[in-house]
């Protein structure tokens, strides 16, 4: 029973590791440390049973202790532009906007946008419409 321990352990070890360098996700890399742990304690006689609790203990504090750090590593922020403002502004428009074309143009906040229409609306120079959403380096702009 002991040698087949050794192989599981080993096994479980080798899986998790693999798991976590495939994922990159820090899924398994807590598991893989109790798996280690519990190794050790297989190499130095330890019972199946005492092997099994080290398994679970390590991974449980290993995990307690540092996810909160490891979420604080990867998580992704949003950074927020000055152009996300522009959305809900009223913009004039300097040049015929014209879906089918592919041209216009509007003023917002004093900075010159390269604008399309949410719905295909040809626009006129000097109306005022409602700046919906940006879309890449576009504003996409609506009725007002």
């Known amino acids: 029973m002991e040698f087949s321990m050794l192989i599981f352990w080993v096994v479980m070890l080798v899986i998790l590791i693999v798991v976590e360098a495939v994922t990159a996700q ?12 519990a190794l050790v304690s297989e ?3 330890a019972e199946v049973w005492l092997q099994w609790i080290i398994f679970v203990a390590v991974s449980a504090i290993t995990l307690i202790a540092t996810r909160p750090l490891v ?5 992704t922020k949003v950074q927020p532009t000055n152009a996300d403002r522009c959305i809900g502004q009223t913009a004039v ?3 015929d906007i014209d879906n089918v074309d592919g041209k216009g143009l509007v003023q917002v906040g004093g ?7 949410s719905d295909g609306t040809v626009f006129r120079k000097n ?5 919906e959403k940006i879309d890449g380096v576009k504003l ?3 009725s007002k």
Not at 26 to 37: E, K, L, P, S
Not at 71 to 75: E, G, I, Q, S, V
Not at 111 to 117: D, F, L, Y
Not at 127 to 131: A, L, R
Request: glycine share 8%; charged share 20%; proline share 0%.
């Open 93 to 95: 428009v300097v040049e």
């Open 26 to 37: 820090m899924v398994t890399i807590w598991f893989a440390a109790g798996a280690g742990a």
């Open 71 to 75: 979420k604080k590593l990867t998580r």
């Open 111 to 117: 900075i010159t946008w390269t604008a399309r229409s």
């Open 140 to 142: 996409i702009v609506k």
């Open 127 to 131: 109306e005022q419409v409602t700046v």
């Open 43 to 45: 190499i130095l006689g």
